[in-house]
């Protein structure tokens, strides 16, 4: 710093102690009838205080009349009666038509310029039990590839842009979905598109290819993830049905990425992806026509398949067996990925699952409504009370165990039977700790749940019911499947008043008859700590007596 910086510093400092301080504003002083700059908040009597540096008057509410309008809670004078809207009927009901060749067609109606059509197909790895398991995985990646019609996946997307459409093709253990939202205008080209991805595949040899790719490249990724939810959700359905139906793995086991060639899936497609088979579901469209569309693009123009010589690669039908629950155990001992950036350490993961019921049992809704109580999650997901964190397994699990990493009831639902379970993860060291606090909470669901816990799980239920069917893809599928399964739909009203009717004894009941099942477990990971099978059967079959001793369940 120069001379001539520091004698400008030393002037600036010695007028700021001799120049007097200047305000942009007059300075007053508040009087004690005036009101000053206070909120007045925690004085609602409108004295005078002279606290907290200066008296605060706080205002009274006004007794003058300012308006000679009658006050809100009367009726206005002289005002006609509010007519108020009613829904008609024809906007609250499904429209169902068969055709002669067994296909179904469902729409229901809906505001707005867009709508959603698909088909819902009775088909999935439920019925690979004669093919090589992750036919309906590589499907899954070769849906809305070429077609007879349609030269290559850019054709189709282009089809697709030109209305403000999108598509998506998903699988689950019992369905296959193709289905696509477009603008209610172009009802018949997303007809023919659709009648073309399902009916009319070319499934060249490089589409197969690029898919093979694709299976493989997706099999490598869930290996490095630390989430395991979907190879556990495969090994638990393993466990719980072994080596039938609903056992056989949805993800494409590696070994079998070169056993799925064209020759198999245009087989498969050619048993599994037949009218009597499908249901096509529109929300937002206007029945009759779809119903046209339909019968141009599905009925008229025959499946590729019937044109083609294809070699048997199995039998000539569609498996019809009924899922058969055994119980059991699979594990794989293995070195799970850890996440650094979200700061987690190893984890082994187990999954404990007993038999539950089909989705047109009568016990269905009162499970559902257990399975919200039993909610849970991660130990580090945010929300409230909405996001589960009332339910047991937060309450008396997470909450409690500070290894326990997270622990979270899942309730899957099929046409013949269903399965119940509860993921937990923690570090390997814990496994056996973890196992025994998830038996604890699996024997606890036999008791009488409190007036309060079983209001609360009603009612979230009720609400995340109706919360999904605001989605208009959401409620496509519910169409879809619940035509599929019975051949109409039961409107959201049916499950409100059947979930309002579930009492304490029906909760006990459908726990009762979970744990009356025999377990199921699958756990992945550093998993030498896990109980044997034995363990844990005896432990269940205990009954809660050695709930009260301080000794473990597994001695």
């Not at 009927?89 to 002669?100: F, M």
């Not at 987690?344 to 999954?351: F, G, N, Q, R």
């Not at 899942?410 to 973890?434: E, K, W």
């Not at 050695?546 to 473990?552: A, F, T």
């Amino acid at each position: 710093m120069n001379v001539r910086s520091f004698s400008m510093l030393q002037m600036l400092k010695n007028s700021w102690r001799t120049f007097p301080r200047r305000f942009a504003t007059k300075v007053t002083t508040v009087g004690g009838d005036e009101i000053g700059s206070g909120t007045g908040i925690g004085q609602i009597t409108g004295r005078v205080r002279s606290k907290d540096g200066g008296p605060h008057k706080v205002n009274k509410p006004s007794k003058e009349i300012v308006t000679h309008l009658p006050p809100l809670t009367e009726p206005l004078p002289n005002l006609p009666e509010a007519i108020y809207a009613n829904p008609l009927v024809e906007s609250a009901s499904t429209k169902v038509t068969t055709l002669i060749n067994g296909l179904r067609i469902a729409s229901e109606p809906r505001y707005g310029q867009f709508c959603t059509v698909g088909l819902v197909l009775d088909s999935g790895p439920r019925y690979e039990v004669a093919y090589p398991s992750g036919v309906s995985h590589f499907l899954e990646k070769l849906a809305f590839n070429s077609t007879v019609n349609f030269p290559n996946k850019d054709a189709i997307l282009k089809e697709l842009e030109k209305n403000g459409g999108i598509c998506d093709c998903q699988s689950s253990r019992d369905t296959l979905i193709y289905a696509a939202s477009i603008d209610s205008r172009a009802l018949e080209s997303v007809t023919r598109l659709l009648a073309d991805v399902t009916l009319r595949p070319t499934l060249s040899e490089q589409e197969v290819n690029l898919a093979r790719r694709a299976v493989s490249f997706e099999l490598e990724t869930l290996g490095m993830r630390p989430e395991q939810e979907p190879i556990l959700m495969d090994m638990i359905h393993a466990a719980a049905y072994r080596d039938n139906t609903l056992g056989l793995p949805k993800l494409c086991p590696p070994q079998n990425l070169d056993s799925i060639d064209r020759n198999v899936l245009m087989n498969y497609l050619k048993y599994h992806h037949s009218p009597d088979r499908m249901v096509i579901a529109g929300v937002g469209v206007d029945h009759e026509e779809l119903v046209e569309h339909v019968r141009k693009y599905f009925v008229e123009n025959e499946a590729i398949w019937m044109n083609e010589e294809l070699t048997n690669v199995a039998p000539n039908q569609v498996d019809t067996s009924v899922a058969q629950y055994t119980g059991g155990i699979v594990k794989e001992h293995c070195e799970i990925p850890i996440y650094a950036a979200a700061g987690l350490p190893e984890l082994a993961h187990v999954v404990l699952g007993f038999e539950g019921c089909s989705h047109q049992d009568s016990d269905f809704v009162p499970l559902c409504v257990l399975n919200i109580m039993m909610g849970g999650g991660g130990s580090f997901s945010a929300g409230g009370p909405g996001k589960g964190m009332y339910s047991r397994l937060y309450t008396k699990v997470l909450n409690r165990y500070h290894w326990m990493y997270s622990a979270t009831a899942y309730n899957h639902a099929y046409v013949d039977t269903g399965l119940f379970c509860i993921h937990g993860s923690a570090p390997p060291q814990h496994m056996r700790d973890m196992v025994e606090v998830l038996t604890r909470e699996l024997m606890n669901m036999s008791a009488e749940p409190g007036n309060e816990e079983l209001m609360r799980s009603k009612i979230q239920l009720q609400s995340m019911l109706l919360m999904n069917l605001e989605s208009r893809p959401v409620v496509f599928e519910d169409v879809g499947r619940q035509v599929l399964v019975t051949g109409y739909r039961k409107r959201p009203e049916h499950f409100i008043k059947e979930i309002e009717k579930v009492t304490a004894a029906d909760i006990q009941r459908v726990a009762q008859r979970l744990l009356g099942s025999v377990p199921s477990v699958a756990a992945r990971g550093d998993i030498q700590n896990l109980p044997e099978m034995t363990d844990i059967t005896s432990a269940l079959n205990s009954s809660g007596r050695s709930l009260g001793r301080r000794l473990s369940l597994f001695k």
